[in-house]
């Protein structure tokens, strides 16, 4: 059954923490997005890749995100120093044809920054 | 203003009443039209797709396209526990392909 793996599912840091998030998209599927979702902003796109080059992370806090992909098993987000307005959960997601709405989602990494 | 704008709720029914949820759009360039159904602690799955304008139907569910408006909405009828989640309307252009979702609107279905 293939899925979309994403860790940790859960995470609770301090203020001025690294945190990185891992993702394992679907075999064969060349798009992956990261998106974060809050109840006040719902589901934000912070960065998406197609065959691992990044196309758009302008979603993203430049200063303390980023994004990769260094091989076609793994996509990184990373926040550098966490702050507490970073508490959300990310969703990575991958597709072949995301317009068709054939995008499978992970099941998220809640995050936490005391 | 957000490019995607959706009635955040909460939405409470009764079993058996028909459903509707809708959203509203500003960019012109959209084509792709999605609602994506998502569980408690969960992530998203994708319900339906439609492209461009009109209908689609899919059991209990239709979707609606209104390109003129800027406007579509999901229709779910004689609803059932089992509906109560959180719906979030998705689009997206031909170019870029990456997909811009509303707020989400959450759902309960009441017995």
């Known amino acids: 059954d293939a899925r979309v793996t994403q860790t940790p599912r859960h995470k609770v840091t301090e203020m001025g923490q690294e945190v990185t998030m891992r993702c394992q998209p679907i075999l064969g599927h060349n798009t992956v997005f990261w998106y974060r979702q809050t109840m006040m902003q719902g589901l934000e796109l912070l960065a998406y890749?197609?065959?691992?080059?990044?196309?758009?992370d302008s979603g993203m806090p430049k200063d303390r995100f980023s994004a990769e992909m260094p091989d076609a098993t793994l996509a990184t987000l990373k926040i550098q120093p966490s702050e507490p307005r970073d508490s959300a959960v990310y969703f990575c997601?991958?597709?072949?044809?995301?317009?068709?709405?054939?995008?499978?989602f992970g099941e998220g990494s809640r995050l936490t920054v005391l | 203003q957000k490019e995607v704008e959706q009635d955040p709720g909460p939405l409470s029914v009764p079993e058996g009443a028909i459903v509707s949820l809708n959203c509203t759009y500003s960019n012109s360039a959209f084509q792709y039209f999605m609602w994506y159904r998502q569980y408690s602690r969960k992530g998203p799955e994708l319900l339906m797709y439609?492209?461009?304008?009109g209908n689609k139907e899919d059991g209990r569910f239709t979707a609606q396209v209104d390109k003129s408006s800027k406007y579509i909405s999901l229709f779910i009828r004689d609803s059932q526990p089992s509906d109560s989640a959180t719906y979030l309307c998705a689009m997206s252009d031909s170019g870029a392909q990456k997909l811009v979702f509303g707020q989400g609107t959450r759902l309960t279905i009441n017995p």
């Open positions: 997601a991958s597709g072949l044809r995301p317009n068709t709405g054939e995008l499978f």
């Open positions: 890749f197609r065959n691992r080059a990044p196309l758009d």
């Open positions: 439609t492209y461009s304008s």
